[in-house]
């Protein structure tokens, strides 16, 4: 009777913590803590590792052309922090897009968040979307970017995200063949034809979640992809993959109870049969 007691006591409480897990991990408080910097686990170039997902503005997705134009390029943003970010009042100035040649020593402008407008908002675990609108053929406008110019991405370039007055890097990628000062480590594969490159969620692309990961190193941190998939401000915002503790928590109740239940359970019949 002393277990079955113990069993009945101990049991609302792990509940409590399965339910807990449940709510924080896969309910609409799933992003908590997602601002700061969380802890995953993932398989990269240099074996298991631990990697961070990012706390700051990132480049998530660059497209160099498609099968109309050459000229079809774009750049989206991804916001993974609960607040937020205006690209025309960052760090006490503002963000500009910058890209490099593939060995290139010095930034190109494509565009610069300079004035303040409404639509220079990436809402939190947004997304934002820059293209070009040099083909003329108002393809922009049919993928709704947020904004465009004239500036063009190509094979083997990199791009980058720089706060204008201090000219410190905020975020950047290079792909192909890129060598230099924007490539983060190594560079992305070089997209697919008619294709994408798209920075991973986690320890892979999940769509039901932002894409947030950021170890620093743009071979593990992006993939090829074959469907582009632009995003703008207007698009459905989704969070960074929940945080270790909280599956954690999740897990360890589930557990918990399993084996509270198992070891009542025996020594309960164990107790009957005396």
């Not at 509940?15 to 686990?41: C, K, M, Q, R, Y």
């Not at 990697?51 to 099968?67: N, Y």
């Not at 110019?149 to 083997?156: A, E, L, M």
């Not at 792909?175 to 997209?191: D, I, Q, R």
């Amino acid at each position: 009777m002393r277990y079955r007691r113990i069993f009945l006591i101990t049991t609302p409480f792990l509940v409590a913590a399965l339910i807990t897990g449940l709510v924080w991990s896969f309910g609409p408080n799933s992003d908590e803590g997602s601002s700061g910097a969380d802890i995953v686990s993932a398989e990269g170039a240099d074996g298991l590792s631990v990697v961070t997902l990012a706390d700051h503005l990132v480049i998530s997705e660059v497209q160099i052309g498609d099968a109309v134009s050459a000229k079809h390029d774009f750049v989206e943003l991804y916001n993974p922090t609960d607040y937020p970010i205006d690209l025309s009042d960052y760090e006490d100035s503002y963000v500009k897009l910058v890209k490099r040649t593939k060995s290139g020593t010095s930034d190109t402008s494509i565009k610069s968040w300079k004035s303040k407008e409404e639509d220079n908002i990436v809402p939190a675990h947004g997304y934002y979307l820059w293209a070009s609108n040099s083909a003329d053929d108002g393809w922009e406008l049919s993928i709704d970017a947020n904004v465009f110019t004239s500036g063009t991405i190509t094979d083997n370039n990199a791009v980058g995200l720089r706060v204008k007055e201090s000219s410190n890097l905020i975020d950047s990628v290079g792909w192909g063949e890129a060598a230099n000062s924007l490539v983060e480590k190594m560079p992305a594969p070089a997209p697919p034809e008619n294709g994408s490159i798209e920075r991973k969620s986690g320890d892979g692309i999940d769509h039901a979640y932002g894409n947030a990961l950021d170890t620093d190193d743009n071979s593990w941190d992006f993939l090829g992809q074959y469907m582009p998939n632009p995003q703008n401000s207007e698009s459905l915002p989704l969070a960074p993959v929940p945080e270790l503790p909280t599956l954690a928590l999740f897990a360890i109740g589930l557990c918990a109870i399993g084996i509270v239940y198992v070891y009542g359970r025996r020594r309960l019949t164990t107790v009957m049969s005396i």
